[in-house]
């Protein structure tokens, strides 16, 4: 079928429904919801079979629903309306929530029901859950749904009156969130707070500053002395501060300060100064403590962990993760495993703090330096065999960077963004230019590099970007990655392996130094940093700031002009 998108902005939901459906064989174009006028040209440009709207901020016009099937994705079980569905379900505590597909009419989340799948609550922030079980949920039910459209014997369940509200329920406020730091527990703190991540945060007063809270984590040892007033700042470590709670402590990963020289997320000690030096620091290798970056073993497979918050990797970050790796290349294993975090493996520069920085040119070049050192160190080990092992997905660098890893294991829900170029054409590095080609060939190479598009792990896979793939949840992944990195480990031919390996790299260096590989891609970046061309700075800040795109990109508008595309057969 030809299905059309109309979405707010093509967030992780949308790209993995847009993914799915194209390996179901459908053909799909997007539009950006920017005006009611271009939703109905795109309409009339594309005529589609059935329009679907992933993530919508407003409702849809009526001249496109009333002549068309329009199906909304509503992240609430079936009778819940309202646009801040999943922010309520985690402030109540609600043991189970999920997805509901439902046709768009007059009323807000009112329409008839196509599908709906449900699953537990996890305690989790609200961004972490709809990155996994809302958009796992949000797949199945539309793949339903579209089955039962294409079907066209379905008839779809009026939402029962007794089920409904009489109104939406309101978008939650600030003061519903609100946290008073006399009162609430900690885990009262931390739902509040999670409640609120990754948009809008919770407003709060730190030294006499408005600042939003987001990135919550719990501190299970620190406490304030006896008399320490709840929301006291007592420690930091790496880039948060812990507060006390009436029943121990939490920690603050990253503050928004909406009057300060740069209004954006940001890590709390960066957002805070001065105001925090003396505080006390617990060591980033502390077993408590706000953990960036940790190391654990098993049997002769080391595991090195980095759940950086939504994947950005600062200069100092890579830095210490480099520094980590090559600590673990040190202790006696055959096998290491990059874990990333669980909610994203890597997405490469971390653009906030750049745009933060006093030369945004000089912390690029920083810090895309640092990357590649990393890099460049996982390329060159010749000790153990390594894996990147992929719970989350990745883009831009972060693909690149993954690759860099001989053995590259991914969730089956994992999306990948193997491309810079909607960075304002930014080149990218992280030797992308030796492991591309290598992995998928010079003609597939020039192929993703230019598509733009997201990639599922299947098409990933036949291009040479992934090695395998498995598991749909986190912990199916978990318990297999485990088992197969033990037994590769323990595998008959490790020995064969590890010295193909090592003939392999000493074979491409005598061909072409990998040296000469990063000093290229590190002059068309320079380019791109320094240059006269501002597209970089622009697409940066425009990004950092969330400037709203004035149209959809013609990569993703396939009814504006045909875009590129690597393959478009269905993929088992």
Not at 286 to 307: M, N
Not at 480 to 505: C, G, I, P, T
């Amino acid at each position: 079928m030809r299905i059309l998108f109309l979405t707010h902005a093509f967030n992780s939901l949308t790209q993995r429904l847009f993914v799915v459906l194209r390996e179901q064989g459908h053909t799909v174009s997007v539009e950006f919801d920017i005006h009611d006028a271009v939703a109905i040209e795109a309409v009339e440009l594309f005529r589609p079979d059935l329009i679907i709207a992933p993530f919508l901020k407003r409702a849809i016009p009526a001249a496109i629903w009333r002549r068309h099937v329009c199906l909304i994705v509503h992240p609430g079980i079936p009778g819940d309306r309202g646009p801040s569905s999943l922010d309520w379900a985690i402030l109540n505590r609600e043991p189970h929530w999920g997805v509901t597909v439902l046709q768009a009419n007059a009323g807000m989340d009112a329409g008839d029901i196509w599908a709906s799948s449900a699953f537990p609550l996890r305690v989790a922030s609200k961004a972490s859950l709809y990155r996994n079980e809302v958009t796992q949920a949000a797949v199945e039910a539309v793949l339903r749904a579209v089955a039962h459209y294409q079907r066209g014997d379905f008839l779809p369940q009026p939402q029962q009156a007794a089920e409904l509200p009489g109104q939406p329920r309101p978008p939650m406020r600030q003061q519903d969130r609100a946290i008073d730091w006399q009162r609430d527990d900690s885990a009262t703190v931390l739902r509040k707070i999670r409640s609120a991540d990754g948009f809008p945060g919770v407003r709060d007063t730190l030294y006499g500053r408005e600042v939003y809270l987001y990135d919550a984590q719990p501190e299970s040892t620190l406490r304030g002395a006896p008399g320490t007033p709840g929301g006291t700042p007592i420690a930091r470590s790496g880039p948060a501060i812990c507060r006390a709670t009436v029943d121990g402590a939490v920690w603050i990963g990253h503050l928004r300060d909406p009057q300060g020289e740069h209004p954006f997320k940001l890590p709390a000690i960066h957002v805070l100064g001065d105001a925090v030096a003396q505080l006390p620091e617990i060591s980033a290798d502390a077993e408590t403590g706000y953990r960036e970056i940790w190391y654990e073993q098993r049997d002769q497979v080391g595991y090195v962990h980095f759940p950086f918050y939504n994947g950005a990797m600062s200069t100092a970050q890579c830095e210490r993760l480099r520094g980590a790796y090559v600590a673990a290349r040190a202790r006696d294993t055959r096998v290491i495993v990059l874990m990333g975090g669980a909610d994203f493996w890597s997405n490469g520069m971390h653009l906030n703090l750049i745009e933060a920085a006093d030369s945004a040119a000089d912390e690029s070049w920083r810090n895309i330096n640092a990357i590649d050192d990393l890099a460049a160190e996982i390329i060159n080990t010749t000790s153990q065999l390594t894996i990147a092992a992929l719970r989350g997905n990745a883009g831009a660098g972060g693909v690149f960077l993954a690759r860099a890893a001989d053995l590259v294991w991914a969730r089956d829900a994992v999306i990948l963004n193997p491309h810079y170029k909607d960075m304002g054409n930014l080149y990218g590095s992280e030797y992308w230019t030796y492991l591309l080609p290598r992995y998928a060939g010079k003609a597939q190479a020039e192929a993703i590099a230019q598509a733009r598009l997201p990639m599922g792990v299947g098409e990933a896979r036949e291009v040479g970007l992934v090695d395998e793939h498995f598991g749909v949840s986190k912990a199916d992944f978990e318990s297999q990655l485990v088992d197969r990195a033990s037994r590769l480990a323990h595998a008959a031919d490790y020995a064969q392996r590890l010295a193909a390996k090592h003939a392999r790299r000493l074979a491409d260096e005598a061909e072409k130094p990998l040296s000469r590989y990063r000093n290229e891609e590190l002059e068309k970046m320079k380019h791109n940093f320094y240059g006269f061309d501002p597209s970089y700075h622009v697409a940066r800040y425009n990004f950092v700031y969330k400037v709203a795109k004035s149209r959809t990109p013609l990569t993703l508008a396939s009814h504006r002009r045909r875009a590129p595309v690597i393959r478009q057969r269905k993929v088992s």
